[in-house]
Each structure stands twice: as C-alpha cells, then as structure tokens.
C-alpha cells in the first residue's frame, strides 16, 4: 500500500529552528510537496522537490532524498504566525497526489 | 501563485435540503478539479477528480449519486451535495491544477457545511 509518515505534532520556541520529516512508500514517484495549512483554512502551496538535495525559500527549505523516500521541511526564524499543520505529499507514478495526515506545529514565545 | 475561489464560504441547511458548492479558477484554466473532504483534526480526504467536460472520478466509498460534480467549463466546477444530512457536515475543499499532471494543485479556501 501507500504510506505516507510524519509526526503528529511538534512543538518549537519562537525565534528557532525546527525540522519536519517525512517519509513515504508510494508505487512510484514523480515528486514531493510540502503545504501550510492554518486551523479553519485551505492548504496553501509551500514547495516542490522531484530531484535529490536543498531547496531554500526564504525561511523555509525542503530536503529529498529519493533513495531513502525521505524529505524534511525546515523552517528557521520561527513566527507565532508559523503555528500551522505541514502537509507532506508525493505524486506517485499516475501522478496522484499521496497526502500525508498532517504535523500540527506549535510555536511558544 | 494561481488563485482559486470556492462560494459559498459557510453554509448551514436543513437535513434534507441540497447544497451547491462552487470552485473557479480565476486566473488560470483548470484542466482538473479535485474535490476534498477534511473532518476537524483529520488529514484532506479526496472525495473525486474530476476533467472538464468528462465525468468525475470517484475515491472508494464515496457515493456520487450523494455528491454531484459537475466540471462544465476550464474554469468551474461543481459539487452538490444531495439530501445533505448531519454527518455531511465538514469542511469541503476544492483544489484545482493546468493541463500537465505534474502541475501543482492550488486550493481553494474551502467552504464549511453545516447540516442541521
């Protein structure tokens, strides 16, 4: 089956770093995505990786590694305004998008 | 990015009654439209897919003769929900994508039912 894995919740400082992983066994991949979702919103689009490495977006970056069906989304400079669930994602070989269940992040001052 | 509108954004109806929901793409044509579900503290659920001028693909254990999609033109697509019942109640998500399915998907802001 598809399996998409990350943590439920994780809990950072304002003003930190925190790193979100996940890890994933689809029939096939065409690339992973990370979205932001706010309590009561829709996702909004964060990032995209199909290729092994570092993408870097301002305070957010996103990690792959094909071979270890690995990704992690790091986000520095930590906001109140960062409080949110990260969607992890992957497009598997028909492209149907994989949604994992979610990680809450919570940020204390 | 591309933005992608969903009206109404709250709704409360009767048990019994049907809902509309609609999704455009306003800047962009939207070759697919995909419809989710997402209950309080549970991950998106994708209810169907659905092709502009095909009929809508749906996920196992979702009846689509309760949930009409009607995907009519590049920019609009529809969900109705039929004889809407309490346990309809949720937050309802459109997301929608161009031509090429490698394409990101945009979503819409969602639309909330509540059925009384």
């Known amino acids: 089956g598809q399996n998409i894995d990350q943590p439920t919740e994780m809990t950072a400082t304002e003003g930190a770093i925190v790193q979100i992983n996940c890890t994933y066994q689809t029939s096939g991949f065409n690339g992973l995505f990370w979205y932001q979702q706010h309590a009561g919103e829709a996702p909004t689009f964060l990032s995209y990786n199909v290729l092994d490495g570092l993408e870097e977006k301002g305070r957010f970056s996103s990690f792959l590694s094909r071979s270890k069906g690995y990704s992690y989304l790091l986000l520095k400079e930590l906001q109140m305004k960062d409080s949110a669930s990260y969607l992890c994602?992957?497009?598997?070989?028909?492209?149907?998008?994989?949604w994992g269940a979610g990680t809450k992040l919570i940020i204390k001052p | 990015g591309a933005v992608v509108s969903q009206h109404p954004s709250w709704v409360i109806c009767k048990s019994g009654t049907s809902v509309k929901i609609e999704c455009r793409s306003l800047d962009f044509q939207a070759t697919t439209m995909f419809w989710y579900r997402q209950f309080p503290k549970q991950s998106l659920m994708l209810m169907a897919t659905s092709n502009e001028g095909s009929k809508a693909t749906y996920e196992q254990g979702v009846e689509k003769d309760k949930f009409l999609i009607n995907h009519a033109s590049l920019t609009l697509s529809t969900l109705t929900v039929t004889s809407a019942h309490p346990e309809d109640s949720s937050f309802y998500i459109c997301?929608?994508?161009?031509?090429?399915?490698?394409?990101?998907?945009?979503f819409g802001p969602g639309t909330r039912l509540l059925v009384l």
């Open positions: 994602a992957v497009f598997d070989s028909n492209y149907q998008l994989i």
């Open positions: 997301s929608a994508r161009g031509s090429a399915e490698m394409e990101t998907q945009y």
